[in-house]
């Protein structure tokens, strides 16, 4: 079962912060983060275990709260490279594939 | 270091005609390998996933097929396209941190 993302779509301005979240109706083991640039494949962020909280990339943080099977990635002062769009991928313990939610397109602008 | 590579990047086929994607990976041995298809504009679906050589477990019923052959390569196929097949094929695998990570992905349209 494919996990909730929103916002669908964020525009930023840089320099300006967001907050992507992502929701599952499984318990979790962890949660991958992708961003996907328009025609390329998805290039890893970030992996986040249970109880895990990480600074992966660039100014770009994630959250996991394995309780509410929910994580949240948050992008701090926002650079046009920002731009893309955002998969989380949760995997469940007894699984070896992720399941990906629908992606949260953003669009930082100068 | 691992790579992981695909082709053809992009192909462009009648329907009605068969398909062969190739994904192979280099550097890492016994890796977990993932067929995903993405349409215009939407998100990633699993297609396909095997854990070692022969073992294949399908995600879509459809009128895809994968094979592995081989520890570090793994091929999708099909015998007679559809429209509905066309889209953006990722091939990926996964590290033992449990990283995942794609191929640049094969651009399938089909006439």
């Known amino acids: 079962q494919q996990p909730v993302q929103s916002p669908q779509a964020v525009i930023l301005r840089e320099g300006e912060d967001a907050v992507i979240n992502c929701s599952s109706s499984?318990?979790?083991?962890?949660v991958h983060w992708y961003r996907q640039k328009h025609g390329e494949a998805p290039v890893f962020l970030m992996i986040?275990?249970?109880?895990?909280e990480q600074k992966g990339h660039e100014k770009i943080s994630a959250s996991f709260n394995e309780k509410k099977q929910q994580s949240s990635l948050y992008l701090t002062a926002s650079q046009l490279s920002y731009s893309g769009t955002y998969f989380c991928?949760?995997?469940?313990?007894?699984?070896?594939?992720?399941?990906f939610g629908a992606g949260t397109t953003v669009t930082v602008r100068a | 270091s691992q790579t992981i590579h695909q082709w053809p990047a992009t192909l462009v086929q009648p329907v009605g005609s068969p398909l062969s994607l190739e994904c192979t990976v280099e550097g890492t041995s016994n890796p977990n390998l993932y067929w995903y298809r993405q349409a215009a504009g939407r998100g990633l679906q699993l297609l396909f996933y095997?854990?070692?050589?022969?073992?294949i477990s399908s995600e879509v019923p459809q009128n895809l097929s994968a094979s592995r052959p081989q520890d570090r390569q793994f091929i999708l196929s099909s015998k007679k396209l559809l429209l509905s097949d066309s889209g953006f094929y990722l091939c990926?695998?996964?590290?033992?941190?449990?990283?995942?990570?794609f191929g640049p992905g094969t651009r399938l349209t089909v006439l």
């Open positions: 986040l275990l249970k109880g895990g």
């Open positions: 990926a695998w996964n590290s033992a941190t449990d990283t995942q990570y």
């Open positions: 499984k318990a979790l083991y962890s």
């Open positions: 991928g949760p995997r469940r313990s007894n699984d070896y594939k992720l399941s």
């Open positions: 095997s854990v070692g050589i022969g073992q």
